[in-house]
């Protein structure tokens, strides 16, 4: 029996152990990827205070390092049902933990665009990260479809190493920062091609060629997608935890509706979806778990 287990090693979930151990709380730590979460896929973070330039898996290893040091238990196991009554029941594949507290900081997953064979193609000219593929289409063509931040970014990495990055958004205006867009315009291999969609992906004996758009056709090597993702919260569905949208609602304290059960970084409804927010999010829910 745990005082309280986090479901998520991402920036937020290790905060909240962090915190917890300066608490004394006997907690443990459940992950089913890699610790560090969605940092594992930013090539270059500019805007975390301490850090002028990090790469994301240096500030992943950095956080690992330090549940290491503290001697926070965790393990790599996927979360797959809870049950929240009075003791905290979380079920991964092999095993069964109780907990009286449980904090939930499972992030988000990338969308696709549900096209025929886009699932298929995964990691094989479809991709959702660009640190991670980007290098195996070192001077290559490829496109980025998006319109917000993380479209804009992930285009200027790709223009370090590919030959031409086609960035392909579906309205006219991108949501991203404006220092970003003016640094993708500055580009001269990013090529913007707005108002347009993929309807299709060309794929030739059994290799991914290509996209069909409204209007055109592109060959290239492969297609980066950015375009929003969705809260992780598929092991909640047979408990009354509150969601909007599949986000999971959260007070001023990140408590959800149901007593002793919290929630905090990117899989919590909120305006802010950043590293900075979701570090201070895992430390107040604990510090508030450490006061009941
Ligand atoms: C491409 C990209 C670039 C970005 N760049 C920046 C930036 O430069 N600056 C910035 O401030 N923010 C940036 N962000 C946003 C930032 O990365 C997120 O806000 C932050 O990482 C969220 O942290 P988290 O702990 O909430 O979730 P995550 O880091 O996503 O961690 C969630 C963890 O939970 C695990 N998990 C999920 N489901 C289960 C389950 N059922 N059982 C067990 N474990 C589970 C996942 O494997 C994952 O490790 C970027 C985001 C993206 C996608």
Redesign the pocket.
Known sequence: MYDLII???????ISAAIYAKRSNLNVLL?????P????N??PN????PGFNNITGPDLAMNLFNTINELEIPYKIE??TDVILEDTKTIKTKNNVYHSKYLLI????KPNLLGLKHEEDYLGKGISTCALCDGALYKNKEVAVIGGGE?AL??SLYLSKICKKVYLIHRRSEFRGEDLTLTKVKEQPNIELILNEEVTELIIKDNKFKGIKLKNKELNISCLFL?IGSTP?TE?LKQTDIKLDNNYILVNDKYETNIKGVYA????IKKDI????N?ASEGAIATINISKN
């Open positions: 479901i998520g090693m991402g920036i937020s979930g459940l992950e089913s990827n890699a560090g979460g969605t940092l896929k930013i973070i500019t805007n975390y996927e979360v900081a499972t992030g988000r993380s970014s992930e950015y992780n092991f905090v970084g990117d899989v979806y950043q590293l900075i979701a």
